[in-house]
T-cell receptor
Framework: DVKVTQSSRYLVKRTGEKVFLECVQDMDHENMFWYRQDPGLGLRLIYFSYDVKMKEKGDIPEGYSVSREKKERFSLILESASTNQTSMYLC??????????????????????FGEGSRLTVL | AQKITQTQPGMFVQEKEAVTLDCTYDTSDPSYGLFWYKQPSSGEMIFLIYQGSYDQQNATEGRYSLNFQKARKSANLVISASQLGDSAMYFCAMRTYNFNKFYFGSGTKLNVKP
């Protein structure tokens, strides 16, 4: 069974703390993504990575950093948590678009596979 | 700039009726894919259906079909014979292959009434 696992479902942190959100996938996907989900705003891309040690900024990277030391693991780091970072964080992974073909296998459309989400509250 | 727009924040539908959820997109990339995801109250994101920009026929997956109108840049999701279990948040998403990113709309909350 394919799986994207996020380390924590619920976290409560204090302003100024350093926060690590971990994500692991077992599907040998090249791409990994971090989104935050807020009511009325949908999913907004924070960072993504298409290879080990490679990263690209999404639409809202400010206040976040990421690390991808191994293909299966993608970490999101909040260097100094603030209350406006209270949100649901979703990790996702997918095959590189070059591997996309007719939808005959799981992941063949290049679709994202999501983790269960990490709900972070910053007090 | 790439953009996905879902103009219906919330919708109601009677059980067993069909419903259309709207999605428009904007991209300059000639090669892209369009996706719909369902998010029930449990929070998981469930992939429903995919349409490639070069696909000639509209995609169908069981009770889900994607009404793809390329010239109008719309990719509406049609759910036939709605069921109570269809009550959820629905997100339209686009993947552009040159930029290798996924963009999501703000979502539509669907409520199916018995």
């Amino acid at each position: 069974d394919v799986k994207v696992t996020q380390s924590s479902r619920y976290l409560v942190k204090r302003t100024g703390e350093k926060v690590f959100l971990e994500c692991v996938q077992d599907m040998d996907h090249e791409n990994m993504f971090w989104y935050r989900q807020d009511p009325g705003l949908g999913l907004r891309l924070i960072y993504f990575s298409y290879d080990v040690k490679m990263k690209e900024k999404g639409d809202i990277p400010e206040g976040y950093s990421v690390s991808r030391e191994k293909k299966e693991r993608f970490s999101l780091i909040l260097e100094s948590a603030s209350t406006n970072q209270t949100s649901m964080y979703l990790c996702a992974s997918s095959f590189l678009h070059k591997k996309v073909s007719k939808v005959s296998r799981l992941g063949g459309a290049g679709e994202l596979f999501f983790g269960e989400g990490s709900r972070l509250t910053v007090l | 700039a790439q953009k996905i727009t879902q103009t219906q924040p919330g919708m109601f539908v009677q059980e067993k009726e069909a419903v259309t959820l709207d999605c428009t997109y904007d991209t300059s990339d000639p090669s892209y894919g369009l996706f719909w995801y369902k998010q029930p109250s449990s929070g998981e994101m469930i992939f429903l259906i995919y349409q490639g920009s070069y696909d000639q026929q509209n995609a169908t997956e069981g009770r889900y079909s994607l009404n793809f109108q390329k010239a109008r840049k719309s990719a509406n999701l049609v759910i036939s014979a709605s069921q109570l279990g269809d009550s959820a948040m629905y997100f339209c998403a686009m993947r552009t292959y040159n930029f290798n990113k996924f963009y999501f709309g703000s979502g539509t909350k669907l409520n199916v009434k018995p």
